[in-house]
């Protein structure tokens, strides 16, 4: 595997988004269990 800063920056952004938004989801899913 080649080494490259910018798409390890890029890899962490999108894990940085990634567990954002698994976060959230999990957070409506707890604030609206009706919804499921």
């Given at each position: 595997m080649v080494h490259c800063?910018?798409?390890e920056?890029?890899?962490e952004v999108f894990a940085?988004?990634?567990a954002l938004g698994l976060f959230i989801y999990l957070l409506?899913?707890?604030?609206k269990p009706e919804a499921f």
């Open positions: 800063a910018f798409l920056s890029v890899m940085g988004f990634l409506y899913v707890l604030i």
